[in-house]
């Protein structure tokens, strides 16, 4: 059943506490190094707004320790003043998030007006989910939206005991949590066929629970990226330099077994004397890495099988790099990944920290039917998991 949306709140009037994911990736001065998550909250945003709400937006922002000095940089004023720039008005910033500054901008706000509250994570409530520090949240506004698809996962106050502090019918999703929430329906329930999944990344042990949950329903996995050579290893393979999880072979058996013919690893690899710019490099064929040299991409037939099997696919998730993208000489198979998933006209998404950051550095992100706005929600939905934070929203 969906959920009640932001659509179905009456707000005229009302004040709209929107818990947004505006963690957002900053520079060592603390200000915004990319805007993506507080761009995918903007339609819901401009929806409230639109029909004359006001909204009181708040979120967590890195992981502040608690000591006021330290935790300057995970203050929310970078990020309230980036919003007020995409948003195109002004957006006043508290520097609490429930004490007297929030009641008092809160207490006077009219519609169209923007108040973000401090970092969610300055009150030790948060993370705790306490009930008293809930309920001073929920005193400041009439209803409640959860946009923060990023942070779904995750139990605390403003995602979980917030929410169940407003009558059932003041609470709703915004726009971006539905559009996540549809894809990985679709993922989960109604891929069209063939259902392709692809993964790569730097670990096995990370993504062992995707990947079995994944296998139950996809007609291929491709694999790639670090998790490759675990994979080679507990195959009897040599892989030289690369990276190898020693303890987790057993593992990795276990999933070859479990996928049979399903499973496809690379049938070739760009190999580096270092794992660094600058080394040399060489494409080695088959399933061997050759002493001394570190597997850091898939190789270029590998591309191609992968590109081909990409384009004739009917639904594509992806999620972990090819290889390690962040050195340009090691992109090439993460690059044309991205790009076969984009020239695909399958349903195609895309989730994880670093594979999101990848499809956006080489401008595809419009290009694929969906870029997850959550790595760990992505992630663990596609395990099979459900959410408290979703629970507490009813259905329509
Ligand atoms: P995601 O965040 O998309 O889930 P992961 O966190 O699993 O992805 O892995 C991403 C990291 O894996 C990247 O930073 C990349 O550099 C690294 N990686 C991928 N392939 C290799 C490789 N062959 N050798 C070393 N690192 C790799
Ligand atoms: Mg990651």
Redesign the pocket.
């Known amino acids: 059943m969906p959920k009640r949306t932001v659509r179905d709140l009456d707000v005229r009037g009302k004040k709209v506490l929107v818990r947004v994911d505006f963690n957002v990736p900053q520079t060592k001065s603390g200000d915004v190094a990319d805007d993506r998550r507080i761009r995918a909250a903007l339609p819901t945003l401009n929806d409230v707004l639109s029909r004359g709400g006001s909204l009181i937006l708040v979120s967590h922002l890195g992981r502040p320790s608690g000591d006021p000095a330290a935790d300057a940089p995970f203050r929310m004023d970078p990020v309230a003043a980036r919003l007020a720039e995409l948003i195109g008005r002004s957006v006043k910033k508290t520097d609490d998030t429930v004490g007297p500054q929030a009641q008092a901008a809160c207490a006077n706000l009219a519609p169209g007006e923007i108040v973000v509250l401090e970092n969610v994570r300055f009150n030790k409530g948060e993370k705790k989910g306490d009930p008293a520090f809930a309920k001073q949240m929920a005193a400041l506004a009439d209803a409640y939206v959860n946009d923060a698809f990023g942070t779904c996962h995750r139990d605390e106050a403003s995602m979980v005991a917030v929410p169940e502090q407003f009558p059932a019918a003041r609470r709703a999703i915004g726009f971006l949590v539905e559009k996540e929430l549809q894809i990985l329906d679709t993922l989960l329930s109604h891929p069209k066929s063939p259902y392709l999944a692809v993964m ?4 096995v042990s ?2 062992i629970l995707v990947i079995e949950s994944l296998l139950l329903k996809v007609d291929k996995l491709l694999i790639g ?2 998790m ?2 675990t994979f080679l290893k507990a195959q009897g393979h040599s892989v030289g330099q ?2 190898v999880e020693a303890d987790k072979l057993d593992v990795a058996r276990h999933v070859l077994q479990l996928a049979g013919a399903k499973l496809v690893l690379p049938v070739d690899h760009l190999v580096a004397s270092q ?1 660094e710019a600058g080394a040399a490099t060489k494409v080695v064929e088959g399933p061997t890495i050759p002493d001394g040299w ?4 898939i190789g270029p037939q590998t591309i191609e099988l992968y590109s081909g099997i990409i384009r004739d696919a009917g639904t594509v998730v992806w ?8 050195v340009a000489a ?1 992109a090439t198979g993460t690059k044309a990944i991205a790009q076969a998933l984009a020239d695909s006209h399958g349903v195609t998404a895309v989730g ?5 950051e990848a499809v956006e550095k080489f401008g595809l992100a419009d290009k694929v039917s969906h870029v997850s706005t959550g ?1 760990g929600a992505f ?1 663990e939905s596609l395990e099979g998991k459900s959410f408290n934070s979703l629970k507490v929203i009813p259905d329509r």
């Open positions: 790569g990344g730097a670990k990370d993504k990226g670090a490759t050579y690369s990276k794992p570190f597997g850091m991409d999620n972990g790099p090819m290889g390690k993208f962040e090691f994880g920290g670093e594979s999101a790595g992630l």
